[in-house]
Every structure is written in structure tokens, then in C-alpha cells.
């Protein structure tokens, strides 16, 4: 069975930095793209990054591009969200997210087959 387990987040100040991984187990994610998504109250689901398979294509949202890095580890299964001076606008359940990759929609959520619960990031003003 296909799990995918994220960790990290909690409360940040604001300015702050904070590491989201997300362990994927239960079969081989080497030709997986691997995405990270958000989501705040009252407020659609909205893409953070992704990276694909062999981690050259690497893609981010309006409001994670210049703060955040997505990373991962293919001998660890692990994918990273490397997130720097946080704001309060980037508090959010965050969630991870995998597929099979395709070349196409890296950015689109209603293309991955599999979801980590999420976790929470709350930041502080």
C-alpha cells in the first residue's frame, strides 16, 4: 500500500524558516513526480512545487518562487520543502503528493493519485 507520511511544520515566526519532508513508502517513487500543495482555511488547494522524476524539472507556485526549494532523496524516498522567510499568508495544512511521471500537469492536483495527510504550518506575526 502506498503511503506517503510528511513531517515537519508546527508554529514558525514569521521571518522564520522551516523543512516539510515527506517519506513515501510501499513501492518505488523513482519515476514519480512528487508534489507539494496547501491548503488555508476557506481557501482552495493551491500548488506550492514539484519536482520530477530524475529531479531536472522543478517547478513552484507564484508564491513559493525566491523562499521555497524543493529537494529529494531518491535513496531516502524522501522529498523536501525547504521553506524561508515565512509569513503569515503561508499558513496552511501542507500536503504531499505523488504520481507517476508523465511530463504533463506537474502543477495540478487533480493529476496525483496519492496524498500524505498533511501538516500543519502556522506562522506567527
Known amino acids: 500500500q502506498v503511503q506517503l507520511i510528511e513531517s515537519g511544520g508546527g508554529l514558525v515566526q514569521a521571518g522564520g524558516s522551516e523543512t516539510l519532508s515527506c517519506a513515501a513508502s510501499?513501492?518505488?517513487?523513482?519515476?514519480?513526480?512528487m508534489g507539494w500543495f496547501r491548503q488555508a482555511p476557506e481557501k482552495e488547494r493551491e500548488f506550492v512545487a514539484a519536482?520530477?522524476?530524475?529531479?531536472?524539472?522543478?517547478y513552484y507556485g507564484d508564491s513559493a518562487k525566491g523562499r521555497f526549494t524543493i529537494s529529494r532523496d531518491h535513496a531516502k524516498n524522501t522529498v523536501y520543502l525547504q521553506m524561508n522567510s515565512l509569513e503569515p499568508a503561508d499558513t496552511a495544512v501542507y500536503y504531499c503528493?505523488?504520481?507517476?511521471?508523465?511530463?504533463?500537469?506537474?502543477?495540478?492536483?487533480?493529476?496525483?493519485?496519492?496524498w500524505g495527510q498533511g501538516t500543519q504550518v502556522t506562522v506567527s506575526s
Open positions: 503528493a505523488a504520481r507517476v511521471d508523465d511530463g504533463v500537469g506537474r502543477r495540478e492536483s487533480r493529476r496525483y493519485d496519492y
Open positions: 519536482i520530477s522524476w530524475n529531479g531536472n524539472r522543478i
Open positions: 510501499g513501492r518505488t517513487f523513482s519515476n514519480y513526480v
